[in-house]
């Protein structure tokens, strides 16, 4: 029997999410971020709820699959936000993702350090950000990433000869049906004008059954099972590996744990490694196994985000284009400064979520961009988050640049 392999490779993320900022806070309060008057919202509860709900519980059932199980491995990311915060407030959750990497069976994938769209707007600050996140998972875990990818799987052939010529031995993506065309992610593949790299690419139908549509099955009392998943998977004649991509929030964040989907993670490995050659691989294992079958091409960006998989979720309406195009215009005077306060809230700025909670869509994937707002509207997101550019641009006039 050939070989199969699941590729489940989960992201973790948190943003510093601007607290109520005002306009009256400009010039007099520098704290964009923590308050103690909205203790509802403050990132330090944020981090002990998902921690208590998500990260803890998953890591520790994780931990008993990789005991259980000598061919189950997963990969994942950890921005370097998350990473602080965990530090900061819950450092029992980087010690038990910590405990995960040392089995050596979890790899870490390289990103930008603060979760940003910085390569659309500076490809200085893009590489800053990527070597700094480098840098904090090889202090953290020990490892140096060999595969990257860019905030909300945001690619295009340009990110992948930049990836190549940096040297990283693969790069993942979305696999959209309009650039695959007839062609299937559950290969291995190379991206265009490259010479090295190799590509991954995300079943997105898959990978949402279990990150999105979960949910919807149980409530129809016909819950996916992992025993039906696994089933699935293997009545895929022409394919070699499942990616399985998604938000490690997914598990008891996103979906609730009485939806069953700790459950399904539990018996998935049971279920998919009963069949003789099918196993579990880390990206990098995947890249050493597979040979490429064909070349993918994407000159345009596509991200694994809504309906249109483009940056629409980010740079879709006049406030998030403004948004966006204020913060990088600070950057050559912020990094002037030499102030690493000053810098520090910058890059926290760039943070593609802040964005993200400005998007207006309200039909196919507005109840989506809803359930991750911490704000009542895109509005409020919006006035929080240029009140605090004011303030950027007020401390840069302290220091005698004016913008």
């Not at 998902?50 to 059932?61: F, G, M, R, W």
């Not at 490694?273 to 995947?286: I, P």
């Not at 070349?295 to 309406?317: I, Y």
Request: some cysteine; overall charge negative; hydrophobic content about 35%.
């Amino acid at each position: 029997m050939s070989k199969k392999a699941i590729v489940l490779y989960l992201h973790v993320h948190q943003p510093y999410r601007v607290r109520h900022y005002t306009i009256f806070d400009t010039g007099a309060d520098h704290n964009y971020f923590d308050t103690e008057y909205h203790a509802q919202e403050s990132n330090e509860r944020v981090i002990h709820k998902v921690a208590e709900k998500s990260y803890l519980p998953t890591n520790a059932l994780l931990m008993d699959l990789i005991k259980k199980y000598p061919d189950f491995r997963i990969s994942l990311s950890i921005t370097g936000t998350a990473i602080e915060q965990f530090e900061r407030w819950s450092p029992e959750v980087l010690e038990s993702f910590k405990q995960l990497v040392d089995t050596g069976r979890v790899e870490i994938v390289g990103e930008t350090y603060y979760h940003s769209l910085a390569f659309f707007y500076s490809r200085t600050e893009f590489e800053r950000q990527v070597k700094m996140h480098e840098e904090k998972i090889q202090q953290i875990f020990g490892q140096t990433p060999k595969v990257f990818r860019n905030t909300e799987l945001a690619y295009n052939n340009d990110l992948a000869i930049w990836a190549d010529q940096a040297g990283y031995r693969g790069i993942l993506a979305e696999g959209w049906d309009p650039v695959l065309g007839w062609r299937s992610p559950n290969f291995v593949y190379q991206p265009t004008n490259t010479e090295n790299i190799k590509l991954l690419l995300k079943n997105y139908r898959l990978s949402d059954d279990i990150a999105y549509r979960f949910s919807e099955t149980a409530r129809t009392n016909k819950p996916l099972t992992a025993s039906t998943f696994s089933h699935w998977l293997s009545e895929s004649v022409d394919s070699q590996i499942f990616n399985l991509f998604m938000d490690y929030e997914t598990f008891g964040e996103h979906q609730w744990e009485d939806t069953g989907i700790f459950n399904f993670l539990k018996h998935l490995p049971e279920e998919w490694l009963r069949h003789e050659g099918y196993t579990f691989m880390t990206v990098s294992h995947a890249i050493d196994s597979f040979d490429v079958v064909d070349r993918v091409d994407m000159p345009d960006t596509v991200t694994w985000a809504d309906t249109e998989r483009d940056l629409t979720a980010w740079l879709g309406n006049k406030m998030q284009e403004q948004a966006s195009s204020a913060i990088y215009e600070l950057e050559d005077k912020v990094f002037g400064t030499n102030d690493l306060a000053l810098i520090a809230d910058w890059r926290k700025l760039t943070t593609s979520d802040h964005f993200y909670y400005m998007c207006t869509k309200w039909f196919s994937d507005g109840d989506i961009h809803a359930y991750f707002s911490p704000y009542k509207s895109p509005y409020e997101a919006f006035m929080n988050f240029i009140n605090a550019w004011h303030d950027i641009k007020f401390r840069l006039a302290e220091k005698g640049l004016e913008v």
